[in-house]
């Protein structure tokens, strides 16, 4: 309620309205530009305070163009670790990442790593660990991506192959023929 008393008092004397304060049967105060009651008690409002705008400065130098958007930065990425195709053995949980970039990561920017085409993870680190990776053959990518997700960089794909063991159920038994 307090919201809309305050925009009656900033907005009111831009409309040129009148303003009456009136309490309703509940004990509510309700402001009003059409008086709903006799006992509706018009409102003086006071001046809005304004202050000038600044005065522009005088030109006093040529204009200078200034281009707002960052330098566009091309990235080579490699993944060296872990080589291409290389077998992960059985008791190997875990994959790590690691990457080598060229320059540095310019801030704002990330590298987005990708398994089988499908996102890992987006950091500013270079390098991360990938949890229970599930046996088969995948291909990462790291791809480094400005604030709009646009792409300054991507690696050569690597290829690694993945092996766990297989749990092989017992067949369930075959009724026998009476």
Known sequence: MRIWWLLLILIAPLA???VYKTVDKDGRT???DKPKTDNAEKLELREINTVPGAQPLPNSS???SVDSRPAQVDYRIEIISPRSDVTIPVG???LAIATVLQPALREGHLLVY?????????TTMNNIIVK??????H???VEAIDVN???LGTSAPVIVNVIRPVIKKNAPPKPTPK
């Open 139 to 141: 291909t990462l990518v």
């Open 62 to 64: 040529p204009a200078i």
């Open 132 to 137: 229970d990776v599930p046996r088969g053959t």
């Open 149 to 151: 997700g646009q792409s």
């Open 92 to 94: 190997q949980r875990d």
């Open 16 to 18: 040129t309205a009148e």
């Open 30 to 32: 309700v402001y009003t």
């Open 114 to 122: 990708f398994m089988n085409g499908e996102l890992l993870e987006e």
